[in-house]
Nanobody, 121 residues
Framework: QVQLVESGGGLVQPGGSLRLSCAAS????????MAWHRQAPGKQRELVAT???????NYKDSVKGRFSISRDNAKNTVYLQMASLKPEDTAVYYC???????????????WGQGTQVTVSS
C-alpha cells in the first residue's frame, strides 16, 4: 500500500502565508516527480507546481513569485510554501507523486486526499 497524506491547510487572511506538507509512505521503491494541484468549487483541478527528483521546479503563472515547491527525498515529502495569498487561491490542494512500488518496474501516479485552503478576511 502507498499513501500520500497532506497537512497544513486552513483559513488565512489575504496576504497571509501557509505551508503545506505531503508525506508519502508505504512500500515505495522510488519517487520521480512530485506535484501540487488544486481544485476550487465548480472548477476543474489544475496544476499548481511540480518538482523533479533533482529539484527542478515549474509553476502555474498565477502563483509564480508567491509559491515555492520543495522536497525532502530522505523523508519522501514535498512542501508548498504559499505567500501573499489571495482569495482566488482558495481551493482543495492535492499532492501527487509519480512513484514505483517495491517489486514493481513501472511508475504510477498516486494522489493524496487533499487539504482545504481558504483565503478570506
Amino acid at each position: 500500500q502507498v499513501q500520500l497524506v497532506e497537512s497544513g491547510g486552513g483559513l488565512v487572511q489575504p496576504g497571509g502565508s501557509l505551508r503545506l506538507s505531503c508525506a508519502a509512505s508505504g512500500s515505495i521503491s522510488s519517487i520521480n516527480d512530485m506535484a501540487w494541484h488544486r481544485q476550487a468549487p465548480g472548477k476543474q483541478r489544475e496544476l499548481v507546481a511540480t518538482i523533479s527528483r533533482d529539484g527542478i521546479t515549474n509553476y502555474k503563472d498565477s502563483v509564480k513569485g508567491r509559491f515555492s515547491i520543495s522536497r525532502d527525498n530522505a523523508k519522501n515529502t514535498v512542501y508548498l510554501q504559499m505567500a501573499s495569498l489571495k482569495p482566488e487561491d482558495t481551493a482543495v490542494y492535492y499532492c501527487k507523486g509519480n512513484l514505483r512500488r517495491v517489486g514493481e518496474f513501472w511508475w504510477n501516479d498516486y494522489w493524496g486526499q487533499g487539504t482545504q485552503v481558504t483565503v478570506s478576511s
